[in-house]
């Protein structure tokens, strides 16, 4: 349902996307971070083509309600489960700064003994939350990150 549209945002600032259920927000977001395709032209990001360019993997970081990966044999998504959040941790940190990971995960209150199966949906979320910020990205695309965080864990979030 969009057409036309049009839109460039400086480095370094903060965008807020309304609009009523429905209205395409979660599709939008989800076609910027190439998880939808579109014919080359039509969504650009850093100048480049949001699905074609899969180099903008290691500059952009969608993270949206869901957290599932795709089980071939079982024909949908499934959520993660039966992970240890210190491995998550481990694989998501190569390469980044310790003091970037220690930060982030005090600040979002991660327990790195956690299992997702025995967490919370809030604690689950968090996790998320982490693994999605612990590599510095030039994007940051957030459709609604807060779903499942306790009022005070969603002001650190935020």
Same mark, same amino acid.
């Given at each position: ?20 259920? /429905?209205?395409?927000?979660?599709? +939008? ?6 998880? &939808? ?27 949206? /309600?869901?957290?599932? &990966? ?71 695309? !957030? ?5 499942? +965080?306790? !009022? ?7």
């Amino acid at each position: 349902s969009l057409q036309d549209v049009s839109f460039s945002l400086p480095a370094g600032s903060r965008t807020l996307l309304l609009g009523a259920n /429905g209205a395409g927000k979660s599709t +939008l977001l989800s076609v910027l971070g190439g998880k &939808h395709m579109v014919e080359e032209g039509m969504a650009r990001v850093l100048g480049r083509p949001a699905f074609h360019d899969t180099s903008l993997a290691t500059e952009l970081a969608l993270l949206t /309600g869901n957290w599932t &990966h795709t089980v071939a044999f079982v024909g949908h998504n499934v959520p993660y489960q039966a992970m240890e959040v210190s491995r998550l941790i481990e694989s998501h940190s190569v390469g980044v700064d310790a003091t970037r990971v220690q930060r982030l995960v005090s600040l979002l209150e991660v327990d790195s003994s956690w299992n997702l199966t025995t967490v919370s949906d809030g604690q689950r979320r968090r996790v998320q939350i982490l693994c999605k910020l612990l590599k510095p990205s030039s994007v940051l695309l !957030l459709d609604e990150i807060t779903t499942d +965080l306790d !009022l005070l864990a969603r002001q650190v979030a935020l």
